[in-house]
């Protein structure tokens, strides 16, 4: 698990510093930089509060939540663009690229952080 940890600590940062030319980088770093904390923090074998775990859950799945029924947000795509390539080019031409790929960012999030925490539940019992 530390080479997970380490490996998703040097992605999530990856991801935060792209952010700089993102309309909304102030959001989307800090964001991004929870989880490499946590990460972190799971790598080192320090202790973490489950607290910061239950407000990334809590935080993350509920803006991803919003992200999937967002005007322009997934179900949007999946309807109105039949799943058209989010990643066919850099930039976000369309509205429905760059939510869904926000949405999937924080659904990577939410899935490493799960990870992280069940394994810190299995261990702890």
Not at 15 to 36: E, G, H, M, R, S
Not at 102 to 119: C, D, H, P, Q, S
Request: glycine share 4%; charged share 15%.
């Amino acid at each position: 698990m530390k080479t997970f940890n380490y490996f998703f600590v040097l992605i999530f940062i990856l991801f935060a510093v792209v952010q700089y030319n993102d309309p909304d980088p102030y959001l989307w770093i800090p964001i991004y930089l929870y989880p490499a904390y946590l990460c972190f923090k799971e790598a080192r074998a320090a202790i973490v509060n489950p607290y910061f775990y239950y407000v990334g859950f809590t935080g993350f799945g509920l803006y991803a939540i919003y992200k999937l029924f967002d005007q322009n947000g997934i179900i949007d795509w999946i309807q109105l663009h039949d799943a058209a390539s989010i990643a066919s080019t850099m930039k976000a031409e369309q509205p429905w690229v760059e939510e869904s790929r926000e949405f999937f960012g924080l659904v990577i999030i939410l899935t490493v952080m799960a990870i992280n925490y069940k394994r810190k539940k299995a261990i702890t019992k």
